[in-house]
């Protein structure tokens, strides 16, 4: 609870004594700090009552043990009734960005989207929903805060989540728009490499229903990642407008014509061009489908209906998993 609940393993005095340092108990493990600093702490209420609402809320998503089916219940929202503004919600332009939050509430049952972690990692979402009434868990990628590509926080936020769900027989719903991991010195003296691969580890190990749905990007590793068909998702829709490639047309413009860009009389028109061409001929969905990678290239408005069927189909799935104590997670 905000203002009154506190976390840490050594108090301000302690702090002070030892390091010197000077913090208050609201600035060292206040709940915010917990919800945007440290991502100890899933929610944030605002006093005792908000608190046991979302409490109440979060058990109405999970069954209780890991041999029960999760809760089914009417919504009275239909599986074909869909909000056709969905069509135009992702950006033509790939470069501008939009919340992946809005895209959910045009997808799920009475657009009711219980986040975890709201406040920290914002450039990934989690959380549950449901579509006619069975509940799901909910990753994506959010293009409103950088770019939507992954980074530390984000690997271990997503992970963290999907095992989760796994472990309480809970279906994921990925949609995905990333358009890689976040570069720079930071990033990779911090272990995005370990970090990231928890990703890899979550999808690989559940054994739930996987359905993905790619809005706009899917870029190079952080595609395969994203609960792709290469690491084990049931199903893979994909929009008319995305993009599946090692990188974007300029990037990759850049590096394979390197040689005939250095040529051109007008550097600046030809790039432009053959970005154009390599764009045109690969950036698209179709390829990825014809490769078998994506089950169906699918306008949004029929991304609704088509997870309700999907959830249907694969409520009967069963998995094993070769016997052993535990899986070796990249921690």
């Given at each position: 609870?905000k203002?009154?609940?506190h976390?840490?393993?050594t108090?301000?005095?302690?702090?002070k004594t030892?390091?010197?340092?000077?913090?208050t108990?609201?600035?060292l493990g206040?709940?915010?700090?917990?919800?945007?600093t440290?991502?100890?702490?899933?929610?944030?209420?605002e006093d005792?009552?908000?608190c046991?609402?979302q409490i109440?809320?979060l058990?109405?998503?999970?069954p209780?043990?890991?041999?029960?089916?999760?809760?089914?219940?009417d919504?009275?929202?239909?599986?074909d009734?869909?909000?056709?503004?969905i069509?135009?919600?992702?950006p033509?332009?790939?470069n501008?960005?939009?919340?992946?939050?809005d895209?959910?509430?045009?997808l799920?049952?009475?657009?009711?989207?219980?986040?975890?972690?709201e406040?920290w990692?914002?450039?990934?979402?989690v959380?549950?929903?449901?579509?006619d009434?069975?509940?799901?868990?909910?990753?994506?990628?959010?293009p409103?805060?950088?770019a939507g590509?992954i980074?530390?926080n984000?690997s271990?936020?997503?992970?963290r989540f999907?095992?989760?769900?796994?472990?309480?027989?809970?279906p994921?719903?990925t949609?995905?728009d990333?358009?890689?991991?976040l570069?720079g010195?930071?990033?990779?003296?911090?272990?995005?490499?370990?970090h990231g691969?928890?990703?890899?580890y979550a999808?690989?190990?559940a054994?739930?229903p996987?359905?993905?749905?790619i809005?706009r990007k899917?870029?190079?590793?952080?595609?395969?990642?994203?609960s792709?068909k290469?690491?084990?998702?049931?199903?893979?829709?994909?929009?008319p407008?995305?993009?599946?490639?090692v990188?974007?047309?300029?990037g990759?413009?850049?590096?394979?014509f390197?040689?005939?860009i250095?040529?051109?009389?007008?550097?600046?028109k030809?790039?432009?061009?053959l970005?154009?061409?390599?764009?045109d001929?690969f950036?698209?969905?179709?390829?990825?489908?014809g490769?078998?990678?994506?089950?169906k290239?699918i306008?949004?408005r029929?991304?609704r209906?088509?997870?309700?069927k999907?959830l249907d189909?694969?409520?009967?799935?069963r998995q094993?998993r070769p016997?052993?104590?535990h899986g070796n997670?990249?921690?």
């Open positions: 609870m203002n009154t609940s976390m840490f393993i108090g301000p005095e302690v702090i030892v390091t010197g340092e000077e913090v108990f609201e600035e206040g709940a915010m700090t917990h919800n945007t440290s991502g100890v702490a899933s929610f944030a209420s005792e009552d908000d046991f609402i109440k809320t058990l109405s998503y999970i209780s043990n890991n041999l029960q089916e999760p809760p089914r219940i919504t009275g929202h239909a599986p009734d869909f909000d056709e503004s069509d135009d919600l992702v033509e332009d790939a501008v960005p939009y919340d992946m939050r895209v959910v509430a045009k799920v049952d009475n657009g009711e989207f219980f986040e975890v972690f406040h990692a914002k450039n990934m979402i959380g549950f929903a449901r579509f009434g069975r509940s799901v868990g909910i990753v994506g990628n959010n409103a805060h950088l590509t980074d530390i984000a271990d936020k997503l992970s999907v095992r989760f769900c796994d472990a309480f027989n809970i994921v719903i949609l995905m990333v358009p890689g991991y570069p010195t930071a990033q990779e003296w911090g272990g995005i490499i370990r691969a928890k990703i890899l999808y690989a190990e054994t739930v996987l359905i993905t749905i809005t899917g870029y190079g590793g952080a595609y395969d990642v994203m792709s290469h690491i084990g998702a049931d199903l893979v829709y994909a929009w407008s995305s993009q599946i490639a990188m974007g047309s300029d990759a413009t850049n590096i394979i390197r040689k005939e250095a040529a051109a009389k007008n550097k600046k030809k790039r432009a061009e970005a154009k061409d390599y764009k001929q950036a698209n969905p179709y390829i990825a489908a490769l078998g990678y994506i089950d290239v306008f949004p029929e991304t209906g088509l997870i309700c999907g189909l694969l409520a009967s799935k094993s016997p052993k104590k997670i990249p921690l």
